[in-house]
């Protein structure tokens, strides 16, 4: 049972404008949230995180916000750029869980 | 230098051959992982190690074990591979933390094709 969903499995967007990527979680023990980010070829690299503690956490472009009564986050990338053409995971985690719940990934394509 | 090394990055091999998946990190973690990540699907948790006298099973570890040989040094062999196994495997480490707000850093995955 997926306890942590990317419902869109592709974005596309112009250079220059904002990237929102989604993410549902179903577990309420969540309380820790990453997003990585995933180029051909490569493993996935820790991106940003954000602990249940905060609502927003920013990080140049990238930023993330936390709904935890939705139990939703999103991904914002503020100004997207071609570079960040690649697939975002997000993944959750507890206290005392022993690995990372992933969801199945968003492929984002950045248009010049 | 990668921090996390996986070694072959390709294998094809038949239906019914034993293989392994060697994984090396120099990051100096207690906590080592294996993935898998079919097409359409998130990373599924295989097995995984907090120091190298722990071994655990995660979600999908039927078919397959492991061997912590160092705390730097985690592989994974599948016995007698089946197609179904067709998948990208990745090794990941992470450092302990109290928490559990801990980031687990990847490899760069082995592509295993099983005839």
């Known amino acids: 049972d997926q306890q942590v969903k990317q419902n869109s499995p592709s974005l596309s967007v112009q250079e220059g404008r904002i990237s929102i990527l989604n993410c549902d979680y179903t577990n309420s023990m969540f309380d820790y949230f990453l997003w990585y980010k995933k180029y051909p070829a490569e493993g996935p690299t820790f991106l940003i995180s954000i602990s249940s503690i905060k609502d927003k956490n920013e990080d140049g472009r990238f930023t993330v916000f936390l709904n935890k009564s939705a139990k939703h986050l999103s991904l914002h990338i503020v100004p997207s750029q071609p570079g960040d053409s690649a697939v975002y995971f997000c993944a959750a985690s507890y206290t005392g869980a022993n690995n990372l719940f992933f969801g199945t990934g968003t492929r984002l394509t950045v248009i010049p | 230098d990668a921090d996390v090394t996986q070694t072959p990055r390709n294998r094809i091999t038949k239906t019914g051959k034993r293989i392994m998946l060697e994984c090396s990190q120099t990051k100096g973690h207690d906590r080592m992982y294996w993935y898998r990540q079919d097409p359409g699907l998130g990373l599924q948790l295989i097995y995984y190690?907090?120091?190298?006298?722990?071994?655990n099973k995660g979600e999908i570890s039927d078919g397959y074990s492991v061997s912590r040989q160092a705390q730097a040094k985690f592989s994974l062999s599948l016995e007698s591979a089946i197609p179904n196994q067709t998948a990208l495997y990745f090794c990941a480490t992470s450092d302990s933390t109290l928490s559990g707000r801990e980031t687990q850093y990847f490899g760069p995955g082995t592509r295993l094709l099983v005839l």
């Open positions: 190690s907090f120091d190298v006298k722990d071994i």
